[in-house]
């Protein structure tokens, strides 16, 4: 069933566990983490990027893809439709295109104007039934376009964010996207502390969930840390399985060639690496 993140991120705070947003490309990989989430009984968000929606040739089109998929395949777990790392005006599409939540990326801005920007689509998610997540601070690196620094956020900042009453939200702590560096520092534990002291139940947001050691991940979460996300993680299982599988030369014999069977085992990857994090997150049962 279709709805915001809101309750789903308030029930994990409550519960010390995560919900895991797993980011969507296309038809497989949306039909894989349904299916994931359905088996182990998780709540879910589908994570989609400014990029992937364009690619999928735009908003409306997931968000019917979305809707027709979670009825078709008799969904009966809490799912969020979220636009990820949105800019202003591509919040306002996916307003439009009738997602359950957003994310407005105010982290370029200066506080000020953050504030005033994010101010204005809380008003609107409110009046829509929508969840909404912020940022403070920047996550390192580059996804579909968006790059960071990788500051680290002002806990102050982040209180006058929070104050506002958005849903959830991000805060750089150290973490990048993609994949992560050998001399990666590690997480600023020291700085998540802070925002969580600071922003009490607020959910926090951890972007760039890929490569982060597990026990960082339950650390993360024990501090706050209500919804994780993972992209990168999906497309290399998926590009790991879908190489094996035409360097086996199963492409070749009989059918092979044939894209359900040829995308079959990297669906089947992903599907194996969602169950995997939502295990880790602690969210297998609590839909």
């Not at 735009?58 to 979670?70: C, E, L, S, Y």
């Not at 958005?166 to 998540?192: C, Q, R």
Request: aromatic share 6%; net charge negative.
């Amino acid at each position: 069933m279709l709805v915001s993140a809101k309750e789903m991120l308030e029930k994990a705070v409550a519960g010390h566990y995560a919900i895991g947003q797993f980011n969507i490309n296309n038809l497989e990989w949306t039909k894989a983490i349904l299916t994931a989430a359905e088996e182990t009984k998780s709540p879910v968000i589908l994570g989609v990027s400014e990029g992937a929606g364009k690619y999928m040739t735009g908003f409306k089109t997931v968000q019917d893809m979305v809707a027709a998929m979670v009825e078709e395949m008799g969904i009966t777990v809490p799912v969020a439709t979220h636009l990820d790392h949105g800019s202003y005006d591509g919040c306002k599409k996916c307003i439009e295109a009738g997602f359950t939540s957003i994310m407005f990326d105010g982290s370029k801005y200066p506080i000020e104007e953050n504030v005033a920007k994010t101010k204005e689509l809380i008003a609107i998610c409110r009046e829509k039934g929508m969840s909404l997540e912020a940022e403070v601070g920047s996550i390192g690196g580059e996804e579909d376009g968006v790059v960071g620094q990788g500051e680290c956020a002002d806990p102050n900042e982040c209180k006058m964010i929070a104050d506002l009453g958005v849903d959830m939200l991000a805060a750089g702590i150290g973490n990048i996207h993609g994949k992560y560096p050998e001399n990666w520092a590690g997480l600023s534990f020291e700085t998540l502390d802070a925002i969580q002291k600071l922003t009490g139940d607020m959910p926090l947001v951890l972007h760039g969930g890929t490569g982060i050691p597990d026990d960082m991940i339950k650390k993360a979460i024990d501090l706050g840390v209500a919804k994780i996300n993972v992209n990168t993680e999906c497309q290399l299982v998926f590009a790991d399985a879908t190489r094996e599988y035409i360097e086996a030369g199963k492409d070749r014999e009989g059918k092979g060639f044939d894209p359900r069977k040829l995308l079959k085992p990297g669906y089947e990857a992903i599907i194996a690496k969602v169950k995997e994090k939502m295990e880790l997150f602690g969210s297998v049962g609590k839909a």
